[in-house]
Antibody, heavy 120, light 107 residues
Framework: QVQLQESGPGLVKPSETLSLTCTVSGDSISHYWGWIRQPPGKGLEWIGWIYYSGTTKYNPSLLSRVTLSLDSSKNKLSLKLTSVTAADTAVYYC???????????????WGQGALVTVSS | EIVMTQSPATLSVSPGERATLSCRASQSVSSNLAWYQQKPGQAPRLLIYGAATRATGVPPRFSGSGSGTEFTLTISSLQSEDFAVYYCQQCDIWPRTFGQGTKVEIK
């Protein structure tokens, strides 16, 4: 059974860097992996995806601030978001992009999410 | 960026009744459309992809249809566990975008 678990600080100060890790178990790291966030009470927003080879794609709205990486030896994914503001307060999800349709990969396994609050 | 618009925002339905949710894309996404279900405090769950294909383990009471810019998710006979928020998501171009969600609540 594929399991994903996000971890990291739940509180980050404005202008600092948000860092989250996602630990993958029950599956190989040889997939596409995505990060999606959801502000409290609001809808979902794609942050970006990373392929196990290291190829990445970022949402243009976050391009200048986001970095995704992975450590295949530890089956871990990482998200870094710099210069955060209150608008970055959200539940952050990692997900496996494992279901494919016409060459597009869809999030079929998700972590439970990690709430990160940006506040001084 | 493709804007996805869902309607209605809230749908009040009695158990056993049929629910029809709509999703519109600001430009054609072909059949590159997925539906997700999200319950309070949980991560989204993939229900439908390719506009009409049920994901693994999804009951047949869930069906999707449409192509281009107009899509529908139908729940044929609502069960108690189906009351949740439903999101459509286009996976045609990057960045992928979600609709704002339709909340299906008990009438």
């Amino acid at each position: 059974q594929v399991q994903l678990q996000e971890s990291g600080p739940g509180l980050v100060k404005p202008s600092e860097t948000l860092s989250l890790t996602c630990t993958v178990s029950g599956d190989s790291i040889s997939h596409y992996w995505g990060w999606i966030r959801q502000p409290p009470g609001k809808g979902l927003e794609w942050i970006g995806w990373i392929y196990y080879s290291g190829t990445t794609k970022y949402n243009p709205s976050l391009l200048s601030r986001v970095t995704l990486s992975l450590d295949s030896s530890k089956n871990k994914l990482s998200l870094k978001l710099t210069s955060v503001t209150a608008a970055d307060t959200a539940v952050y999800y990692c997900a496996r992009l494992g279901t494919e349709h016409s060459g597009r990969y869809l999030a079929d396994y998700w972590g439970q999410g990690a709430l990160v609050t940006v506040s001084s | 960026e493709i804007v996805m618009t869902q309607s209605p925002a809230t749908l009040s339905v009695s158990p056993g009744e049929r629910a029809t949710l709509s999703c519109r894309a600001s430009q054609s996404v072909s059949s590159n459309l997925a539906w997700y279900q999200q319950k309070p405090g949980q991560a989204p769950r993939l229900l439908i992809y390719g506009a009409a294909t049920r994901a693994t383990g999804v009951p047949p009471r869930f069906s999707g249809s449409g192509s281009g810019t107009e899509f529908t998710l139908t729940i044929s006979s609502l069960q108690s566990e189906d009351f949740a928020v439903y999101y459509c998501q286009q996976c045609d171009i990057w960045p992928r975008t979600f609709g704002q969600g339709t909340k299906v609540e008990i009438k």
